[in-house]
């Protein structure tokens, strides 16, 4: 079967697949959890399992796998760069059948709900899909609620994707699906969470505790692969800058000609600042590289068009970016420099530096901007001193680095959903 997963993968791709992959596909059913470090695939994992096995894996795969792959997302940036590769991939493999639809605000494609029998894909923010799920579906008639809360409840397929950026939306996920194993569906359901950083103890709500988790991950045959070892053993050097540097200065010096340099902060308007104060250095050094701003408050079409050049893989120049481009956003960078944040944040963003592997050692570098204290938003005090804390003894923040630091339980996000009365014995 796994040849066979290969041959389907390398048509839609182009590249054979990575050992984890081919055993994801391959699975009897697909596990609960995905962890992987980021840049290893994750999304062509899911995606691509999930028409191979509705498309040309064993009838004992398709039984198992629901024809309603519902791929969540905590941004709507994830949610267009998902499209367009689900679209590409498809077009490769010559499926034309399934449907495509996106739901994001500004952008919500019903057409699957007319026909519930058919294979659809549905990639969506958190906010979009989850209303659903809750019979509480934004931007859409209350008439409806109904029809699409029976078919996301049932022969439906949840991947969230990102779950560290999903905040309450993770929980109130984690307990729809203890719902749904508690109580049961007509027709075989399930959810996968997914992330470079993982922390099943975020699911543990009411209901789901009840049940064990599966999880999937690399493989000893994963790091002996020859590319994805390449990504697996990418140094990252890190520095950590104090409060006060100058942002915008520090990315010109770092900036190399013919690469990206990628500068990340929290708050739109300091990405505004930060990028006004490049074109002022800019304009004073007389010097001719190329900058772009990237956040979440430009007007649709132009939002677009700023993404589409400052992510095309040939960009080379520097990056002004928000959070919109922290997670899931397939790019590289020689020189990343962000604000402090919350070590999951922090990771995701650090898996923007040579994500492939394609710059030798020492050449890549990580660099992180204390903020004073009074400048928090839109975290917690809290959450960026423990940041300050994991970084304190870090030199490095490659994945092999990553992966050998411990990772902290947390509770999930209270409170959730919960069953009426009548089914108050099942929680004991």
């Not at 894996?57 to 519902?70: D, G, H, N, V, Y």
């Not at 990628?262 to 505004?272: H, K």
């Not at 992180?368 to 975290?379: G, I």
Request: net charge neutral; charged share 25%.
């Amino acid at each position: 079967m796994s040849e066979a997963f290969a041959t389907f993968f390398e048509r839609a791709t182009g590249a054979a697949p990575f050992p984890y992959q081919a055993a994801f596909a391959t699975a009897p059913a697909p596990p609960d959890l995905l962890t992987v470090p980021t840049g290893c695939g994750k999304t062509a994992a899911i995606l691509l399992s999930w028409l191979w096995r509705r498309r040309a894996a064993p009838e004992e795969l398709r039984a198992t796998t629901p024809r309603r792959l519902i791929y969540t997302l905590p941004v709507r940036t994830l949610v267009e760069q998902t499209v367009r590769e689900a679209r590409a991939w498809m077009h490769r493999l010559g499926i034309e059948d399934i449907g495509i639809h996106a739901l994001l605000g500004g952008a919500v494609d019903e057409v699957w709900e007319a026909h519930p029998e058919r294979e659809s894909l549905l990639i969506g923010t958190q906010d979009q899909l989850l209303s659903r799920a809750l019979m509480r579906g934004y931007a859409m008639s209350r008439f409806r609620w109904p029809i699409h809360f029976a078919l996301l409840h049932t022969d439906a397929w949840w991947v969230f994707d990102e779950t560290q950026l999903m905040g309450p939306g993770l929980s109130t996920a984690a307990q729809l699906e203890g719902l749904r194993r508690s109580l049961g569906t007509s027709l075989p359901s399930r959810s996968t969470w997914m992330s470079a950083t993982n922390d099943p103890s975020r699911l543990h709500t009411i209901d789901l505790r009840h049940h064990p988790l599966t999880g999937h991950g690399l493989t000893d045959a994963d790091a002996a692969h020859p590319d994805l070892a390449r990504r697996l053993r990418a140094t990252k050097t890190l520095q950590v800058h104090p409060v006060g540097t100058d942002a915008a200065q520090l990315a010109l010096d770092l900036h190399h000609e013919g690469t990206r340099t990628l500068l990340i902060v929290n708050r739109v308007a300091r990405a505004i600042e930060v990028f006004e104060s490049l074109q002022k250095l800019l304009r004073k050094a007389r010097r001719d590289v190329p900058i772009r701003l990237v956040h979440s408050r430009f007007r649709a079409a132009d939002r677009a068009r700023h993404q589409a050049d400052a992510l095309a893989s040939d960009f080379t120049g520097i990056v002004v970016a928000t959070q919109a481009i922290e997670a899931g956003v397939d790019i590289s960078s020689r020189a990343l420099l962000t604000d402090i944040a919350p070590w999951s944040s922090l990771t995701q963003r650090f898996g923007r530096n040579n994500r492939r592997g394609e710059y030798a050692e020492g050449e890549a570098s990580v660099h992180v901007l204390d903020l004073p204290p009074k400048e928090v938003a839109p975290y917690t005090a809290e959450a960026l001193d423990d940041a300050r804390a994991r970084l304190s003894d870090l030199h490095d923040v490659g994945p092999a680095t990553l992966a050998a630091l411990p990772q902290p339980a947390h509770p999930p996000h209270l409170p959730v959903l919960r069953r009426g009365r009548a089914y108050d014995s099942l929680d004991k």
